[in-house]
């Protein structure tokens, strides 16, 4: 099950997400247009909503805000870091388009968001693993 699911939240699908800001790019008014990405922006800083809690409940995370952590936030500390990393590329999407920054260089931010999605993705996977393979040790210890 999904950790942002299992929290009573609706799962986001980031990827079809980031696409469609891609495409309306040049179909929407600049305002609508931040309308629209400064709410990712918003679901992006939030643990249990952005890249990492879409990836499987699994994963170790910390179940109450602490001095330098946060609920939802990953005990991994790579993937920890890929979260805020992702956060950071939402608001470079924002920052670019407030600037007035042609199509090219916000497609390039998109572009960047998307390649931190997949390295969330994948790290997520290899700690997928990991706990599973835990679990099966545990397991296998009883039989």
């Given at each position: 099950?999904?950790?942002?699911?299992?929290?009573?939240?609706?799962?986001?699908?980031?990827?079809?997400?980031?696409?469609?800001?891609?495409?309306?790019?040049?179909?929407?008014?600049?305002?609508?247009?931040?309308?629209?990405?400064?709410?990712?922006?918003?679901?992006?800083?939030?643990?249990?909503?952005?890249?990492?809690?879409?990836?499987?409940?699994?994963i170790?995370?910390?179940?109450?805000?602490?001095?330098?952590?946060?609920?939802?936030?990953?005990?991994?500390?790579?993937?920890?870091?890929?979260?805020?990393?992702?956060?950071?590329?939402?608001?470079?999407?924002?920052?670019?388009?407030?600037?007035?920054?042609?199509?090219?260089?916000?497609?390039?931010?998109?572009?960047?968001a998307?390649?931190?999605?997949?390295?969330?993705?994948?790290?997520?996977?290899?700690?997928?693993?990991?706990?599973?393979?835990?679990?099966?040790?545990?397991?296998?210890?009883?039989?």
């Amino acid at each position: 099950m999904k950790y942002s699911v299992k929290q009573g939240r609706k799962l986001i699908n980031w990827n079809k997400r980031l696409n469609q800001l891609e495409k309306d790019i040049k179909k929407l008014t600049k305002s609508k247009f931040l309308r629209k990405s400064e709410r990712l922006q918003k679901l992006a800083g939030e643990w249990v909503t952005c890249a990492c809690g879409n990836q499987c409940d699994v994963i170790p995370r910390y179940s109450k805000d602490l001095a330098n952590h946060f609920k939802g936030e990953p005990k991994d500390s790579a993937l920890s870091d890929l979260g805020l990393k992702f956060h950071v590329d939402i608001e470079e999407i924002n920052i670019r388009v407030y600037n007035d920054e042609s199509a090219k260089q916000v497609k390039k931010a998109i572009k960047e968001a998307k390649e931190t999605l997949n390295k969330i993705e994948l790290r997520s996977a290899i700690l997928i693993i990991k706990e599973s393979n835990k679990s099966f040790k545990a397991w296998s210890k009883n039989i």
